[in-house]
């Protein structure tokens, strides 16, 4: 605690020096533990937070190299890294949701299988001008007769 | 922190928000308009990829 009391003492307050070794253990650990997140959830938007996590890590080791060598080029990789995180999260969203009209969950198992399985004819196709009447259960009561009834058991198997 | 790996080899780097807007629109000027590309292509992709009637 008192040297901590001597750093924060000894700040110049216009340039504060945080030592690298910090900006190297906190970037190390936002790795982890968006590793131990992609790694050990199964929410697809856990994961895809995780991946944030991890991304954010590198920005801040980023800007502590940057800092260490006096160059401003990493602070200016930063911000098109936060750019490319968000251009990357919104297609990644978009996936999730498509995903999830498609399979009717955000897990990742359920996603596991990207072959063809035979879920039959899509149960919902409706044109722009219905009203979307799948919220309830997949039963998709059609009109004609000819397509069968196709019941979306929710995942594999 | 005293004798760190790295310690006392951190520049006394004062960067201003000045300074980086200058370095963004000056030297990373062409990786800025790229970065407009890519930001309109996510949004084209995410928009494309949430359409509901797709197929």
Same mark, same amino acid.
């Given at each position: ?6 750093? &924060?003492?000894?700040? %110049?307050?216009?340039?504060?020096? /945080? ?9 190390? =650990? ?7 997140? &992609? ?11 995780? &991946?944030?996590?991890?991304?954010? *890590? ?5 800007? +502590? ?24 999260? *919104? &297609? ?13 969950? *955000?897990? *990742?198992?359920?996603? =596991?299988?990207?072959?063809? /399985?035979?879920?039959?004819?899509? %149960? ?25 009834? /196709?019941?979306?058991? +929710?995942?594999?198997? | ?33 790229? #970065? ?13 990829? #949430?359409?509901?009637?797709? #197929?």
């Amino acid at each position: 605690v008192s040297a901590f009391a001597d750093l &924060v003492g000894a700040l %110049p307050l216009a340039a504060l020096t /945080v030592p690298l070794e910090w900006v190297i253990g906190l970037g190390l =650990a936002l790795f982890c533990v968006g590793l131990l997140g &992609v790694a050990c959830r199964r929410n697809i938007l856990i994961m895809l937070l995780s &991946v944030e996590i991890m991304l954010n *890590a590198a920005n801040v080791v980023l800007v +502590g190299f940057s800092r260490l060598h006096g160059d401003l080029s990493g602070q200016v990789f930063v911000f098109f890294s936060m750019t490319v995180a968000a251009a990357e999260v *919104a &297609v990644g969203l978009a996936i999730v949701i498509a995903l999830y009209r498609l399979r009717r969950s *955000a897990d *990742a198992d359920d996603a =596991a299988d990207l072959r063809d /399985v035979d879920y039959g004819p899509m %149960p919902h196709l409706k044109l722009e001008g219905e009203p979307a009447a799948h919220h309830d259960d997949d039963h998709g009561h059609d009109d004609d007769a000819a397509e069968p009834e /196709v019941a979306v058991a +929710g995942g594999t198997q | 922190m005293d004798a760190g790996l790295f310690a006392g080899a951190v520049a006394d780097l004062d960067v201003s928000a000045e300074q980086i807007g200058a370095a963004i629109f000056g030297k990373w000027l062409l990786a800025f308009e790229v #970065t407009s590309l890519l930001l309109l292509g996510a949004i084209l992709g995410a928009v494309i990829l #949430t359409k509901r009637r797709l #197929t």
